[in-house]
């Protein structure tokens, strides 16, 4: 299991601009380019990005997950992100309505993407060494699913404790796992090689 914490990310202006859009119906210009350009500099003691993750091999995984697998993946990686409950906290203080809500909420949302960029980019990393590539990241979204993947990683590892009764993740939280494949030729030459 590894764990890091308070590494930097960077937030984009123009992703949290098109999840804007998307999300609120907000008008991408110039303008409100520079304003999350500005907002982003004043936020950042709002963002504490942390993450947990731990990799498995597939016969452990199958006996402790109920992560379907394909039948070329060898191993999944489990992870937990958190950005801390900050910007989540100052986002319910803001009336309903102001605009400033919006801007944390894609906030919120560039931070968490952020964050796991960052600790997957390092399992790419463990990843190529052992001749193996990542899926993209399958969200983990049942309560049931959530809390069984939350005691593998160790999640409260980055402050985040689940209730029992409704292990619901926080808004500043995010759980995925990705599955390991190998590449080329590692695939006939090493099926099932432990990677934890």
């Not at 919120?108 to 997957?120: H, W």
């Not at 001749?131 to 985040?160: N, Y």
Request: glycine content about 4%; proline content about 6%; overall charge neutral.
């Amino acid at each position: 299991m590894t764990k890091i914490k308070n590494f930097r990310i960077t937030l984009r202006a123009r992703e949290m601009a098109r999840w804007l859009k998307r999300e609120r119906g907000l008008e991408t210009t110039p303008e409100l380019d520079l304003t999350l350009e500005q907002f982003i500099k004043d936020s950042r003691r709002w963002i504490e990005p942390a993450a947990v993750y731990t990799t498995l091999t597939r016969p452990i995984a199958e006996k402790t997950t109920t992560i379907p697998f394909s039948e070329n993946t060898v191993a999944v990686s489990l992870i937990a992100v958190s950005i801390g409950p900050a910007a989540e906290k100052e986002r319910l203080s803001v009336p309903e309505g102001d605009v400033r809500e919006s801007f944390l909420a894609a906030l919120q949302q560039e931070a968490l993407s952020q964050t796991l960029q960052f600790a997957a980019r390092l399992l790419q990393d463990q990843a190529k060494e052992e001749e193996c590539e990542l899926s993209a990241p399958v969200p983990a979204q049942d309560a049931a699913t959530v809390a069984s993947l939350a005691s593998l990683v160790g999640i409260q590892r980055i402050g985040i404790d689940l209730a029992a009764s409704a292990p619901e993740l926080p808004a500043h939280a995010f759980m995925a796992w990705f599955f390991w494949t190998p590449v080329g030729k590692a695939a006939s030459r090493r099926p099932e090689k432990a990677v934890a």
